[in-house]
């Protein structure tokens, strides 16, 4: 006998909007989730987590945005906009957070949060998009020279430079 099943939410049910403070608890389950095998390259103690979410949010809260699905959040970036890079000598929009829930990835989400990050540097003014990523994170970096993101080179520790020039916002 056929069971009638409720048809799971699609991604293009989802809502990308700043967060609330009082959603960065939900957001440890979405990290913890998205950094399923990947843990060298996230933090994994909750307290730790919990405090680099408040870090993110505090650097620039309106440029941490969420993107949930019917009520629930399903992946979140975080961009500082007004951030000085130190190695390169310049101001750069300083992406350190994308991450995805690992049911809801390769759905479009994270391509549509980088998205709105970008258009958020744009509107602050920023002339660089630039982030760090594991370098054994062999997915996100290929995904993210598929975005245009172009490899600076090792940094620090296992850390890879990645950035992306900005075309003003016309
Ligand atoms: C990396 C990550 C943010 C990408 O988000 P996502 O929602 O899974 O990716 P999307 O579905 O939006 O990808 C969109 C595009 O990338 C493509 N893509 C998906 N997976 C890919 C892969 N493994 N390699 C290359 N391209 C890929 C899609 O085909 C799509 O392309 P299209 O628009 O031309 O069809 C997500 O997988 C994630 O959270 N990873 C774990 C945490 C992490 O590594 N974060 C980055 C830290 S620096």
């Not at 993107?67 to 390169?88: M, N, P, Q, T």
């Not at 479009?108 to 990050?117: P, R, T, V, W």
Request: hydrophobic share 40%; glycine share 10%.
């Amino acid at each position: 006998m056929s069971q009638k099943v409720a048809e799971p939410p699609k991604p293009s049910d989802f809502v990308i909007r700043t967060v609330r403070r009082d959603e960065l608890e939900n957001l440890i389950e979405v990290y913890r989730s998205g950094y399923e095998g990947l843990e060298e390259y996230a933090e994994t103690d909750e307290e730790d987590i919990r405090d680099y979410l408040e870090w993110l949010y505090e650097g620039d809260p309106n440029g941490f945005l969420v993107a949930e699905i019917e009520g629930k959040l399903v992946g979140f970036i975080s961009v500082h906009a007004d951030w000085w890079d130190r190695r390169y000598q310049r101001r750069t929009a300083e992406f350190h957070e994308l991450v995805i829930k690992k049911e809801w990835q390769s759905k479009g989400i994270g391509k549509a949060l980088m998205m709105a990050g970008l258009d958020y540097a744009r509107a602050q003014g920023c002339e660089y998009a630039s982030l760090w990523v594991g370098e054994g994170n062999m997915k996100a970096r290929k995904w993210y020279r598929r975005l245009g993101f172009e490899e600076l080179g090792k940094g620090w520790g296992v850390w890879v430079r990645m950035v992306k020039k900005l075309e003003a916002n016309l």
